[in-house]
């Protein structure tokens, strides 16, 4: 049995589903897993000016039936399932060859979906003969260890980074080109699956805490170690090919740590506990202020205990922003707005301002 530190930022050699069994019981944060698809695909696939293309013809991704590819995958999930924290989540990535049985094996498992994310590629690859729609999306799934799970989610950071929207459940991200695609000396791809860092990003930062452990059972040429080690988490990997295991240490060799407030989560901290009463003497609010909604919509002015006053009577801000909206309850530090400063801000703002003044 491996002891975790040991094994930490480092990636091992050899069968997934061997290291994984030595890898201690509820010991990961997060799991990314990029399995192989079984692609099943025949023959040579050309372009329309009859030049081949480069798909995915690996030895690693053939199997000799169904059952053989499902027994490999209910082995692998078993151990992610057994060496995964109550506190953590997995995400599986596949397409439509394989990602139906990943599912329902998941499910005959216990995990628990949470999940199922569209990757829209926004430069797929064309269906070269025309005889299928083009294929421009990958499912991942994200699901915890069972229907008990606890799972983290940066709601507030991924809103944040949507334009301070609700994140949706369909990414669109480009393939993996360019300068970030890994090539050899000869300029031939090294790796015919890998993925973009965008991708990665979304999911290491929308499911995990600064310095948690990621493992990555499928590592290939190391995307998921890359990000992790730039955002501050920590990475495990598991590859048995020494192709892919030499570019990826020299990929991660280069990566260097850019931690920022939207890495460290700072968003997800609870504001602190400052009273409207608070606010009002240590002159952050005025009595008689007005404030407003979002949209800059008058709504209601302050009272000298906190409380805040219209048409419809005098309420705290939770239950005036409720009978505003309609609702039994709403949080009204987050629906109100005002002017602080000369700048119109939501009136949460004013308690750090608070705290930063204390």
């Keep these: 049995m491996y002891i975790v530190n040991d094994i930490k930022n480092k990636i091992i050699k050899g069968d997934s589903l061997e290291i994984l069994k030595n890898i201690p019981s509820e010991s990961i944060d997060l799991i990314f897993a990029d399995p192989p698809y079984y692609m099943q695909t025949e023959g040579e696939l050309l372009r329309t000016n009859g030049t081949k293309f480069n798909g995915v013809e690996d ?46 094996i998941m499910q005959d498992l216990g995990f628990w979906i949470l999940n199922d994310i569209i990757w ?84 290491i930062l929308s499911s995990s805490k600064p310095n948690d452990l990621v493992l990555d059972p499928f590592f290939g040429t190391g995307t998921t170690g890359a990000v992790a080690k730039r955002i501050g988490r920590n990475y495990i990997g598991i590859e048995r090919e020494e192709k892919y295991i030499y570019y990826a240490e020299k990929r991660l060799k280069e990566i260097n740590p850019e931690i ?30 007005s404030l407003y909604t979002s949209k800059g919509e008058e709504v209601c002015k302050v009272k000298a205990d906190g409380n805040v006053f219209n048409k419809y009577g005098t309420l705290s801000i939770h239950k005036m922003s409720a009978k505003l909206l309609g609702l039994n309850n709403n949080n009204g530090w987050d629906y109100f707005y005002a002017y602080y400063d000369n700048e119109f801000i939501p009136i949460n703002k004013l308690r750090y301002i608070y705290k930063d003044l204390s």
């Design 59 to 104: 030895t690693w991704d053939k199997f000799s039936g169904f059952e053989e590819y499902d027994n490999f995958c209910i082995g692998w999930l078993k151990e992610c399932q057994r060496i995964l924290k109550i506190t953590g989540s997995i995400w599986v990535i596949g397409s439509f060859q394989n990602i139906f049985r990943i599912g329902k």
């Design 260 to 289: 920022n407030e939207i890495t460290e989560l700072s968003l997800e901290a609870k504001p602190p506990k400052v009273p409207m009463k608070k606010l009002l003497e240590r002159g952050l609010l005025t009595e008689e202020q």
């Design 120 to 203: 829209h590629k926004t430069n797929p690859v064309p269906n070269f003969g025309g005889t299928r729609f083009c294929n421009a999306h990958e499912t991942l799934l994200w699901c915890g260890k069972n229907k008990k799970t606890k799972f983290t989610f940066n709601y507030k950071t991924m809103k944040y980074l949507n334009n301070d929207k609700q994140e949706k459940s369909v990414w669109n991200i480009g393939l993996c080109i360019g300068n970030e695609r890994l090539k050899d000396d000869s300029g031939v791809k090294v790796h015919s699956t890998q993925k973009p860092e965008e991708l990665l990003y979304k999911i």
